[in-house]
């Protein structure tokens, strides 16, 4: 019988201070995995299957980008794992595209022996818990003018009244009068939010998104990232994105966003199942367009052939397959009438091309981010894939909710089942429905034009206990185009303001111009006259008397 050999230990190449370096070696060997950790080059037998880099200060970004990339191109195709220490300053969008595979931030050793196994398996890690925001490149109020510091001033205060409202309506007061007055302030300050964004927005679009209030899409700079891509084929970017999706749609969220008034509408347990039980839709479809394995052109015909029953499916689930409910004195299955009395033919305008993105999760296509094709198990791209994907999730249930709603109206038992306790009442619901129809007039005659024409595209951002927007810039000029007469006029005055608006400027500015050589030249001097013929006036009467 033929003696197997036993197997190779995996060596680990080790760079830190003598201190750190005696620590993280015993933490190293302390596992089961059966490594061999060194700390030097000669220590090696062959190549290392891993190289670890933990830094105890905090070098310029490009010097420690330099220095990643020939730690690289030294021990390629060995993985590089940083570990930070706490209080490193370095902002995270900067993080995210250093040249390495892991990235820590002061991890323990339970973490770090798990990170090592990922990594020698072909995977990524990235654990970051919110460095301090990033200082290269960013403007301080002071370095604006008065009129770009005024302006970031005014969104501040607003966006801190809005936070303040949020706080008490949750949970919502007692007295009814109180909760119509904090709703309808919360309506005055989105509106004059709006109204001011409106007013100032060219001037808006050249600041920084940070200036005027605008979340910087898809890698946040002040927040913590956790990211665990376990494979880097297509399975595997869906396995770590559908992870971090769970744990955001399991929380029940609540929009943060006015525009998602039917899917606020919704009881926050069914909220939830109804963005799960998507997410589960999501799943059986992408499985069965990978097994069909399309080409991009049809791909997407197959995507919007698909949506109806998607939505459907999704209802379903969320409804309880087996839930009845009375309706004029007989019990009828929920989930039933709810498909047959619901029409899935409606289409967000507003939802960006898919085909990027179930390109990337079917096939592991590279993705295109901020203008560079980066590989999908980048981490900057699985973010962006993120927002992508909640995107739609949100969207869909929001389209999904609204046929809930109008269903509802018929259907009063069915309220206290699948909607907001106070929308049990026939006039809050019909507030809210009211309220929607104005909302969904509004967006689609002024804002979507106002969005197209500024190339903004908003999408919407699963988080933790919230419904985040994010407004994300890129070309819609074939949209601006099939934009119906009534939004072309909208874009249409904003670009007469755009190009008056320097003209009248300018006459504002020559006649405030003139207006001052009138008081100071003439009147100012025939004031003088007339002030001097009076003193030697009354000099005369005086000499003479």
């Given at each position: 019988?033929?003696?197997?050999?036993?197997?190779?230990?995996?060596?680990?190449?080790?760079?830190?201070?003598?201190?750190?370096?005696?620590?993280?070696?015993?933490?190293?060997?302390?596992?089961?995995?059966?490594?061999?950790?060194?700390?030097?080059?000669?220590?090696?037998?062959?190549?290392?299957?891993?190289?670890?880099?933990?830094?105890?200060?905090?070098?310029?970004?490009?010097?420690?980008?330099?220095?990643?990339?020939?730690?690289?191109?030294?021990?390629?195709?060995?993985?590089?794992?940083?570990?930070?220490?706490?209080?490193?300053?370095?902002?995270?969008?900067?993080?995210?595209?250093?040249?390495?595979?892991?990235?820590?931030?002061?991890?323990?050793?339970?973490?770090?022996?798990?990170?090592?196994?990922?990594?020698?398996?072909?995977?990524?890690?990235?654990?970051?818990?919110?460095?301090?925001?990033?200082?290269?490149?960013?403007?301080?109020?002071?370095?604006?003018?008065?009129?770009?510091?005024?302006?970031?001033?005014?969104?501040?205060?607003?966006?801190?009244?809005?936070?303040?409202?949020?706080?008490?309506?949750?949970?919502?007061?007692?007295?009814?009068?109180?909760?119509?007055?904090?709703?309808?302030?919360?309506?005055?300050?989105?509106?004059?939010?709006?109204?001011?964004?409106?007013?100032?927005?060219?001037?808006?679009?050249?600041?920084?998104?940070?200036?005027?209030?605008?979340?910087?899409?898809?890698?946040?700079?002040?927040?913590?990232?956790?990211?665990?891509?376990?494979?880097?084929?297509?399975?595997?970017?869906?396995?770590?994105?559908?992870?971090?999706?769970?744990?955001?749609?399991?929380?029940?969220?609540?929009?943060?966003?006015?525009?998602?008034?039917?899917?606020?509408?919704?009881?926050?347990?069914?909220?939830?199942?109804?963005?799960?039980?998507?997410?589960?839709?999501?799943?059986?479809?992408?499985?069965?367009?990978?097994?069909?394995?399309?080409?991009?052109?049809?791909?997407?015909?197959?995507?919007?052939?698909?949506?109806?029953?998607?939505?459907?499916?999704?209802?379903?689930?969320?409804?309880?397959?087996?839930?009845?409910?009375?309706?004029?004195?007989?019990?009828?299955?929920?989930?039933?009438?709810?498909?047959?009395?619901?029409?899935?033919?409606?289409?967000?305008?507003?939802?960006?091309?898919?085909?990027?993105?179930?390109?990337?999760?079917?096939?592991?296509?590279?993705?295109?981010?901020?203008?560079?094709?980066?590989?999908?198990?980048?981490?900057?791209?699985?973010?962006?894939?993120?927002?992508?994907?909640?995107?739609?999730?949100?969207?869909?249930?929001?389209?999904?909710?609204?046929?809930?709603?109008?269903?509802?109206?018929?259907?009063?038992?069915?309220?206290?089942?699948?909607?907001?306790?106070?929308?049990?009442?026939?006039?809050?619901?019909?507030?809210?429905?009211?309220?929607?129809?104005?909302?969904?007039?509004?967006?689609s005659w002024f804002e979507r034009p106002i969005q197209v024409y500024e190339s903004r595209r908003p999408l919407y951002r699963l988080e933790q206990g919230s419904i985040q927007t994010v407004d994300l810039l890129e070309p819609r000029d074939r949209e601006l185009r099939q934009l119906g007469w009534l939004q072309q006029a909208v874009t249409l005055a904003l670009e007469s303001r755009d190009a008056l608006g320097p003209q009248l400027r300018?006459?504002?500015?020559?006649?405030?111009?003139?207006?001052?050589?009138?008081?100071?030249?003439?009147?100012?001097?025939?004031?003088?006259?007339?002030?001097?013929?009076?003193?030697?006036?009354?000099?005369?009467?005086?000499?003479?008397?």
């Open positions: 019988m033929a003696r197997r050999d036993p197997p190779v230990p995996a060596q680990l190449l080790v760079f830190a201070e003598p201190l750190q370096r005696d620590g993280l070696l015993v933490w190293l060997m302390a596992g089961d995995g059966g490594w061999k950790p060194v700390t030097a080059a000669e220590q090696l037998n062959g190549a290392p299957q891993l190289v670890i880099w933990s830094l105890t200060t905090s070098p310029e970004p490009a010097a420690l980008a330099a220095e990643l990339q020939q730690l690289q191109e030294r021990w390629q195709p060995a993985p590089l794992l940083l570990l930070l220490p706490h209080g490193h300053r370095y902002p995270t969008s900067v993080l995210l595209q250093l040249p390495l595979q892991g990235l820590l931030e002061q991890p323990n050793a339970a973490g770090l022996r798990q990170a090592v196994s990922t990594l020698l398996d072909g995977g990524r890690v990235v654990e970051l818990g919110g460095g301090e925001p990033a200082a290269a490149g960013q403007q301080e109020p002071g370095a604006l003018g008065l009129g770009q510091w005024l302006l970031i001033s005014g969104l501040q205060q607003i966006d801190a009244e809005i936070r303040l409202c949020q706080r008490l309506l949750d949970p919502p007061p007692a007295a009814w009068l109180a909760e119509l007055l904090l709703l309808g302030r919360l309506r005055e300050l989105a509106a004059a939010r709006q109204l001011l964004l409106w007013l100032w927005g060219p001037v808006g679009l050249a600041w920084p998104a940070s200036a005027t209030g605008r979340p910087e899409p898809p890698s946040p700079a002040t927040q913590g990232v956790t990211i665990t891509l376990r494979q880097r084929s297509a399975d595997g970017l869906w396995q770590a994105l559908r992870e971090r999706l769970n744990q955001s749609a399991a929380v029940a969220a609540s929009p943060g966003s006015a525009q998602l008034l039917a899917l606020d509408g919704l009881h926050p347990d069914r909220r939830r199942d109804l963005l799960l039980a998507l997410l589960e839709q999501f799943e059986q479809l992408r499985q069965r367009l990978q097994h069909d394995g399309l080409a991009a052109d049809t791909l997407l015909q197959r995507w919007q052939e698909l949506q109806p029953e998607l939505r459907r499916q999704a209802l379903r689930r969320m409804a309880g397959s087996y839930v009845q409910l009375p309706w004029q004195g007989d019990l009828r299955p929920v989930a039933a009438t709810l498909m047959a009395s619901s029409e899935f033919t409606l289409q967000d305008g507003d939802l960006p091309d898919p085909v990027p993105m179930l390109g990337t999760l079917i096939q592991a296509r590279p993705l295109l981010v901020d203008g560079r094709l980066l590989a999908p198990d980048e981490p900057q791209a699985l973010l962006y894939l993120e927002l992508l994907l909640s995107n739609w999730l949100v969207r869909s249930a929001e389209l999904i909710s609204a046929e809930v709603l109008a269903v509802c109206a018929d259907w009063p038992e069915l309220r206290r089942y699948l909607l907001r306790p106070e929308l049990l009442a026939t006039r809050n619901l019909e507030r809210l429905r009211n309220q929607l129809n104005a909302r969904q007039r509004w967006s300018s006459l504002v500015r020559w006649l405030g111009t003139l207006l001052v050589m009138l008081l100071t030249q003439v009147l100012g001097r025939a004031i003088g006259l007339i002030g001097r013929g009076i003193l030697q006036g009354m000099g005369r009467s005086v000499g003479r008397g």
